[in-house]
C-alpha cells in the first residue's frame, strides 16, 4: 500500500510559477510511477505529467508540455512538479497518483492521494 500527501497548492497570477510536492509513503514496486491529475469544476479529471520511479521517464500531457516539469527525488520519496507560465486554465483542483506505469490513463493508477487547489488568476 501506499500513501500519498499533496502540498503547494496557492493561488498566484497568471504568468506565475507554482511548485506542487507529493509525499510517497508505504510499500512500492520495483518500476512504480507517479503522475499528476487536475479536475476542473465541472470538468472531467484529466492527466497532467507523469515520471517513471527507476528509469526517470516522463509523460506530459499537451496542454502543459514545456511549461510543466514532473520531477522525482528518490531519497525523499517525493515527486514534484514545477509549474512555470500558469495560465487561467490551469486552475483545479491537483492530485497525485502512484501506478505501474506513466500512462496517461487514469485506470493505471491505483494510489490518489488528497487534492491541492491551484488557482490562477488574469
Known amino acids: 500500500q501506499v500513501q500519498l500527501v499533496a502540498s503547494g497548492g496557492g493561488s498566484v497570477q497568471a504568468g506565475g510559477s507554482l511548485r506542487l510536492s507529493c509525499a510517497a509513503s508505504?510499500?512500492?514496486?520495483?518500476?512504480?510511477?507517479m503522475g499528476w491529475f487536475r479536475q476542473a469544476p465541472g470538468k472531467e479529471r484529466e492527466f497532467v505529467a507523469a515520471?517513471?520511479?527507476?528509469?526517470?521517464?516522463?509523460n506530459y500531457a499537451d496542454s502543459v508540455k514545456g511549461r510543466f516539469t514532473i520531477s522525482r527525488d528518490i531519497a525523499k520519496n517525493t515527486v514534484y512538479l514545477q509549474m512555470n507560465s500558469l495560465k487561467p486554465e490551469d486552475t483545479a483542483v491537483y492530485s497525485c497518483a502512484a501506478g505501474l506505469s506513466i500512462s496517461h490513463i487514469r485506470a493505471t493508477y491505483t494510489y490518489w492521494g488528497q487534492g491541492t487547489q491551484v488557482t490562477v488568476s488574469s
Open positions: 508505504g510499500r512500492t514496486f520495483n518500476n512504480y510511477a
Open positions: 515520471i517513471s520511479w527507476s528509469s526517470g521517464n516522463t
